[in-house]
């Protein structure tokens, strides 16, 4: 855990596919707590993870390893960016950033950490254009 955060590389955790697996869950909090940059993913794949909800992720990360809700946001959007190389146009919400952005039906944003499952997608903006 101190190599990873001694580092610029981003550990990508992969909640859904410990749990399809019966695997125990990655370590979340105490990466975060040792200083090193995490990020989220579905592993959306038929052999570990048939899962391609990245909001039922969020909630495992917040239940399950411990992340805040914060934490968990920040995992799958600008974290995420870093591990593709593409932080300096996406994962953020700013000028010059590409406009890619999920709208949620849901009475409060930290609700994407707490809803286990369900549909609370409301719209997608894709480069500034809903979808």
């Known amino acids: 855990m101190r190599s990873l955060a001694a580092s ?3 550990g990508v955790l992969l909640p859904a596919s410990a749990l399809f697996l019966g ?10 707590d040792a200083g090193a940059a995490v990020a ?11 899962c391609e909800s990245l909001p039922l992720v969020c909630s ?3 239940t399950q390893l411990e992340l805040s809700p914060s934490e968990a946001l920040g995992a799958c ?4 960016a870093h591990v593709l ?11 010059g950033y590409r406009a890619d952005l999920v ?5 409060d944003w930290r609700y994407l950490a707490y809803h286990l499952g369900g ?6 903006v894709t480069a500034g254009e809903l979808r």
């Open 40 to 50: 989220l993913a579905t592993d959306f794949n038929p052999g570990s993870a048939f």
């Open 85 to 95: 190389g593409r932080a300096d146009r996406l994962g953020r919400i700013a000028p």
């Open 60 to 62: 495992l990360a917040a």
């Open 77 to 80: 959007t600008v974290n995420a």
């Open 103 to 107: 709208l949620l039906d849901a009475p």
């Open 119 to 124: 549909h609370i997608v409301a719209k997608v």
């Open 8 to 10: 610029d590389v981003v």
């Open 23 to 32: 695997r125990p869950m990655p370590p979340g909090r105490a990466l975060v």
